[in-house]
């Protein structure tokens, strides 16, 4: 093969999978293996714990995961994560140890379980499943190409990791509220405006502030104050740091002589530092101060994603990532309307051949008893309004015995008229209200 050859196939080939398994998609926030994981889960509706290296083999069964199942067990294990650094919005349970800031370790897949989180199933819903485009490996339907949640969870999780051929992906997490509250203001306003990025507010209480001169450069502060002429006090680190990871900073400043002495008393996962530093220290600006100390880490924004096709979509701002998200969730909420009102006036049309079926039973119109099959199939051929299922009378004939009663009807009465108005409603009904109340039902129990 000539290296040309080998570079427009096989290389291309290769990276441009790399990319779907490295690089997270603008409209779900998940990578090809969260997906996978994600999908089985909420399929198979799974709410209680379950040992996370059980669930690993499932989800590779469920969706034919190609690679080494240790790989997969560390995909699902992030998911549960929920300290300052991780997750803003986990969408799995945390039961065991999933690592915390003073040690980001975990426990072995085989000693920790997960499940749905309550609120996960509002935010990636089942009505939607019927709108997705399932895809098929060697014969058997695996996941979707992509999730639609009503929230743009790649901006809310964020995505800090994402190296491939020719791309990177840095995308740091918003605060959750904020998130839902700038979703709001654009389903009323039609304009939106990503917040800072942040972790929610209860884990860290450091801050981030973006560069003068760069746009997507942020930097990531801890938090310290001055106690006296030769002493500081420092009780928030940036996220990313360990415990151990941090005190060998101070170490290093120590031998430097840039601190004269330092004292751990973190403890219950809250951190404290007491520095002693020499005089001259506090003559420079609080920037410079909280840089020698390595409290200010930057971080450059890269906010390339996966699109729906597996495409590499290059972004400029956050801004643009959730406009392009925004476009494809109005979209499938067109779908849903669509679907719903096909499936709404199939079934209002199956329960009246089901209330005129019963009620030729009830008044003798219809006679099944010692007739044979061809027979009943004309007299029901005969009867407007009677629908068939799969070009079958089926679904009416193999209906129970109990259920050829009056008081069947008058329940099939009331089921008709629910589904008119869920009908009506869907008719009418556009895709932001529909969206408005998808988030309403998300903040309220």
């Known amino acids: 093969m000539k290296i040309s050859n080998f570079f427009d196939t096989d290389y291309l080939d290769a990276s441009s999978y790399d990319s779907i398994r490295k690089i997270a998609s603008y409209n779900d926030g998940l990578k090809n293996s969260g997906r996978k994981a994600l999908w089985t889960i909420l399929s198979k509706g799974i709410t209680k714990g379950v040992k996370v290296s059980r669930l690993a083999a499932t989800v590779s069964e469920y969706t034919e995961y190609l690679h080494a199942e240790d790989a997969l067990q560390d995909v699902i294990m992030n998911f549960p994560k929920r300290y300052a650094g991780t997750n803003n919005l986990p969408l799995l349970t945390e039961e065991g140890n999933f690592g915390k800031r003073f040690k980001n370790e975990s426990s072995a897949a085989r000693y920790v379980f997960t499940s749905l989180e309550d609120y996960t199933s509002k ?24 999730l639609v949640p009503i929230l743009p969870m790649i901006l809310i999780n964020g995505s800090v990791d994402g190296i491939t051929t020719g791309f990177t992906q840095q995308i740091l997490p ?19 405006k990503v917040p800072t990025p942040g972790w929610n507010s209860n884990s ?9 001169n760069i746009d997507g450069k942020w930097y990531i502060l801890g938090k310290f104050e001055k106690m006296n002429a030769y002493g500081l006090k420092i009780t928030e680190l940036p996220v990313g740091y360990q415990l151990s990871d941090y005190v060998k900073i101070l170490a290093d400043l120590e031998d430097k002589k840039i601190i004269t002495s330092y004292e751990d008393r973190s403890q219950n996962e809250t951190f404290e530092f007491i520095v002693k530093v020499p005089r001259k220290f506090f003559d420079t600006s609080i920037d410079q101060q909280t840089s020698m100390l390595g409290l200010s880490v930057p971080f450059t924004e890269k906010y390339n994603c996966i699109g729906l096709e597996n495409d590499i979509c290059e972004f400029k701002t956050p801004e643009e990532i959730f406009y392009a998200y925004a476009k494809v969730r109005e979209e499938h909420y067109s779908l849903r309307k669509k679907a719903e009102i096909e499936r709404l006036t199939k079934l209002i049309k199956e329960n009246i051949s089901k209330y005129i079926f019963i009620q030729g039973i009830v008044s003798g119109k219809i006679v099944v008893q010692n007739r044979s099959k061809s027979d009943i199939i004309s007299q029901l051929e005969n009867i407007q309004r009677l629908e068939k299922r799969d070009d079958s009378y089926q679904y009416l004939l193999s209906m129970s015995i109990y259920s050829l009663t009056s008081e069947k009807m008058v329940e099939l009465e009331a089921e008709i008229t629910k589904l008119k108005s869920q009908l009506d409603y869907y008719k009418q009904v556009s895709e932001k209200t529909l969206w ?10």
Do not use: C, H
């Open 174 to 192: 918003r605060p959750t509220a904020k998130v839902l509250k700038m979703t709001k203001d654009y389903l009323e306003s039609g304009k939106v």
């Open 123 to 146: 935010i990636f819903l089942k009505v939607d499943n019927q709108t997705l485009e399932i895809q098929e490996f060697e014969g058997s339907k695996i996941e979707p190409k992509y």
């Open 204 to 212: 860290w209480k450091g801050k981030v502030i973006p560069d003068k």
């Open 436 to 445: 408005s109340e998808d988030l309403e039902a998300l903040t309220t129990k």
